[in-house]
């Protein structure tokens, strides 16, 4: 079947402009996630979901960053006025339950200039 | 909270020889799994193997294996008779079963190139 996908690939902004992620997981997944891997760096988390719910939106680096995610299947990730250190590949992921493997997408790259 | 130790940041192995990724953790909780990845450099991580806490054997997955230490707190990843398709970026990941924190945590990775 279909893996997690992810659009735009390639997202180049301007400082201060908002940006919106799209997320779309495996059919059936219930659970998914977000991460950001900067340049040279691993892999940080950024927030889940079970279902349309986020419980921990604690890995979340500022109050410009929010996540939803409707009808238990498609997310998007918003950065509202994006800095240049927000640059980097938002990865998400999906897994069948919260407690098995996650199965990543290919990423959205995000340059802000 | 949780951190995973990857100390080597590249190596170089022979087509067709095993090379061993080392990584350790660190965590005071008893259960936990423990995870490895490849990232090639299409950019895409692709879930190799899985090794849980309490799990009695060692968890093998075609030519991949984990040697699984729990006393020395160490999940390295065993490639087998490595392939040119092989050379990407590795990361191992854990994430502790018994609590209500789902995210991984992930290693710094090491990036391994193979030669023919």
Not at chain 1, 36 to 62: C, H, M, T, V
Not at chain 2, 19 to 45: A, I
Request: neutral net charge; contains cysteine.
């Amino acid at each position: 079947g279909a893996g997690v996908s992810q659009s735009p690939s390639n997202k180049v902004t301007e400082k201060g402009k908002d940006v919106e992620l799209r997320c779309d997981p495996i059919s059936g997944h219930t659970a998914l996630y977000w991460y950001r891997q900067s340049l040279g760096q691993g892999l940080e988390f950024l927030i889940y979901f079970q279902g349309n719910s986020a419980p921990d939106k604690s890995g979340l680096p500022s109050d410009r960053f929010s996540a939803e995610r409707t009808g238990g299947s498609v997310s998007t990730l918003t950065i509202q006025r994006t800095q240049q250190e927000d640059s980097a590949v938002y990865l998400c992921a999906s897994s069948s339950g919260l407690i098995y493997e996650q199965y990543f997408g290919p990423g959205t790259r995000l340059t802000v200039t | 909270a949780q951190k995973i130790t990857q100390t080597q940041p590249g190596m170089f192995v022979q087509e067709k020889e095993a090379v061993t990724l080392d990584c350790t953790y660190d965590t005071s909780d008893p259960s936990y799994g423990l995870f490895w990845y490849k990232q090639p450099s299409s950019g895409e991580m692709i879930f190799l193997i899985y090794q849980g806490s309490y799990d009695q054997q060692n968890a093998t997955e075609g030519r991949y294996s984990l040697n699984f230490q729990k006393a020395r707190k160490s999940a390295n990843l065993v490639i087998s008779a490595s392939q040119l398709g092989d050379s990407a970026m590795y990361f191992c990941a854990m994430r502790v079963l018994s609590s209500n924190d789902y995210k991984l945590s992930f290693g710094a990775g090491t990036t391994v190139t193979v030669r023919a």
